[in-house]
């Protein structure tokens, strides 16, 4: 079934360092994928996504791009800040027809 | 942001009684999901659903029931609670079946 492999953490940066999380995943087709960011205390929110192969998402700072020959959807930050501490997720497609399984996530720290 | 209110946000219960975690949204998104989220394991799927009175398991299902008698609301159910299901638990909505997920801001749980 679909699914995706995501580095694991955590991942301890000073700041302005560069940040890359990996993640791969597997799918039938093209389907949307996603980047989903967890602060401390909150729920889980959209940081990116990407509709189709190719495509490049972008917020905050961050980037990802969805490349179908290497079936890769890292995600990049050329100059991370205290603030972005946080559990980064890659999102699989939903298998089984809707449902989306996460993993457990990239613990990143930020140290001034 | 988007419209989910979880109710209640804490909650602190004994081994054996029965609990109720609600979903609400305001959105009108026809894909309800509940998670729970534990140190080590990332967010895992409980229950989803695609519908009013339909719903279907996910992952870790063994102790829980659900229930979408409308739109707007999604229940959880712990029958009988035990110290297992000490946890953070996340509703989350999805407009479509690929898209992104909006999640709640969590219901944190304890069992004694």
């Not at chain 1, 389907?31 to 972008?58: H, I, R």
């Not at chain 1, 603030?83 to 939903?94: R, T």
């Not at chain 2, 026809?30 to 229950?47: A, C």
Request: glycine share 10%; aromatic share 12%.
């Amino acid at each position: 079934g679909d699914s995706v492999t995501q580095m694991e953490g955590p991942v301890t940066l000073s700041e302005e360092a560069f940040l890359t999380i990996n993640c791969t995943y597997t799918a039938t087709g093209y389907p949307s994928l996603f980047w989903y960011v967890q602060y401390p205390g909150e729920g889980l929110q959209l940081l990116l996504k990407a509709t189709k192969a190719d495509d490049k998402g972008s917020n905050k700072g961050f980037e990802a791009t969805y490349r179908k020959e290497t079936t890769s959807f890292h995600l990049e930050k050329g100059s991370v800040q205290v603030s972005d501490s946080a559990v980064y997720f890659c999102a699989p497609p939903p298998g089984g027809g809707f449902k989306t399984i996460f993993g457990a996530g990239t613990r990143l720290f930020v140290k001034a | 942001d988007a419209g989910i209110t979880q109710s209640p946000r804490h909650k602190v219960t004994e081994t054996g009684t029965p609990v109720t975690l609600r979903c609400h949204q305001t959105e009108n998104h026809r894909y309800m999901y509940w998670y729970r989220q534990d140190p080590g394991h990332g967010l895992r799927l409980i229950h989803y659903s695609y519908g009013v009175k339909d719903t279907d398991k996910g992952e870790v299902s063994d102790g829980y029931s659900v229930s979408r008698s409308k739109t707007e609301d999604f229940l959880l159910t712990l029958e009988s609670a035990t110290s297992s299901q000490t946890s953070v638990y996340f509703c989350a909505i999805s407009e479509t079946s690929g898209g992104e997920l909006f999640f709640g801001e969590g219901s944190r749980l304890t069992v004694l």
